[in-house]
């Protein structure tokens, strides 16, 4: 840590070769500049000392920060915290690049579950008065909020990863938690204008289904289109291997079906692989209804067991009771 100083935001100049730049209209960014404005600077960005060769001025040339530094000037403050340090050209590169390999990000998940914590611990706190006090929308809290309600760690750590969309998993976790698994392929593989819509109906089907009293069973099984990798593309071209069997098994007789059976085959659309969907979607499925019966079994004999352990109390305390009045 080098010398700690509270300096005015005009004396500070931006790097010239800053590592990355400010996008100032995103989210992120906007919230940033709000939460300053509410709750002030915490911390302190990272600067060195410069002198310009044309009028001889020294300022501070920033370091590390220029996100909070840029914040700051947006959100109206005329100083800030600062930790001036002695560094050269070389070794201010090197400072740039390790804080951000070794600045870990919150995971959505995590963010979320911390979110629900605050208003646990403030139980007169509403979701818009905690969006305003951390400069988010009510609707952006409304969105972290609800993936709370995914407990499944499977899917959990893919929407930490990012494998799973953030605005996929916003609209999965308004399913009820035993159907969100059967959409995790989807949630994946499709954009959100084909994954929402989709949501939306399988909620709209289990709302109906339930005002009916039906079993609104299983969701409909239908082939996820999604782009084969490069490589297994072009060995494609290079080696047919599929082309036969793909225009065999679509009947294509004529050019425009050859091409479109290819077009098929290069979005995992061809009757061969929709067949591949549907027998891994049905041992998924199987998977999960064994597992659904061995929750069910285990439920049963814990009952069971708790039954039982409480039966056996009443026995002990009637025959305690007994003893009691045989002595008198």
């Known amino acids: ?185 989807r949630a994946m593989t499709e954009g959100a204008d084909k994954f929402l819509p989709a949501i939306n109906k399988r909620i709209k089907e289990l709302k109906e289904n339930k005002q009916q009293g039906a079993d609104s069973g299983p969701p409909k099984f239908e082939p996820v289109a999604f782009l084969r990798k490069a490589k297994e593309i072009k060995d494609e071209m290079e080696s047919p291997s599929a082309a036969r069997s793909v225009c065999v098994a679509t009947s294509a007789t004529t050019a425009e079906a050859g091409f479109a059976a290819a077009i098929k085959w290069t979005m995992h659309m061809d009757p061969s692989s929709v067949e591949t969907q549907r027998v891994s979607e049905e041992e998924r499925e199987a998977a999960r209804a064994e597992e659904k019966r061995k929750k069910d079994v285990e439920r049963t004999d814990k009952k069971a067991t708790e039954l039982k352990a409480k039966a056996e109390e009443a026995a002990k305390a009637a025959a305690a009771a007994k003893a009691v009045g045989s002595a008198h």
């Open 1 to 185: 840590m080098g010398d700690l100083r509270n300096v005015p935001l005009s004396s500070i100049r931006e790097n010239p070769v800053a590592l990355r730049t400010v996008n100032r209209t995103s989210e992120e960014y906007l919230g940033l500049v709000q939460s300053i404005r509410q709750k002030g600077f915490f911390g302190a960005i990272t600067v060195r000392c410069k002198t310009d060769p044309e009028t001889g001025q020294e300022y501070f040339e920033l370091v590390d920060g220029l996100h909070r530094f840029s914040a700051s000037k947006d959100a109206g403050l005329t100083d800030i915290s600062v930790d001036v340090t002695k560094l050269n050209d070389d070794a201010v590169l090197e400072a740039q690049l390790m804080a951000n390999i070794h600045k870990v990000e919150t995971r959505p998940v995590e963010y979320s579950q911390q979110l629900r914590r605050i208003l646990a611990r403030n139980p007169l706190m509403t979701e818009a008065e905690l969006a305003d006090r951390l400069g988010k929308s009510a609707a952006w809290i409304g969105q972290r909020l609800g993936l709370t309600r995914i407990t499944n760690s499977e899917i959990q750590r893919l929407v930490n990863e990012g494998k799973i969309p953030l605005s996929n998993a916003y609209a999965m976790a308004k399913l009820p938690s035993e159907e969100m698994a059967q959409f995790v392929d």
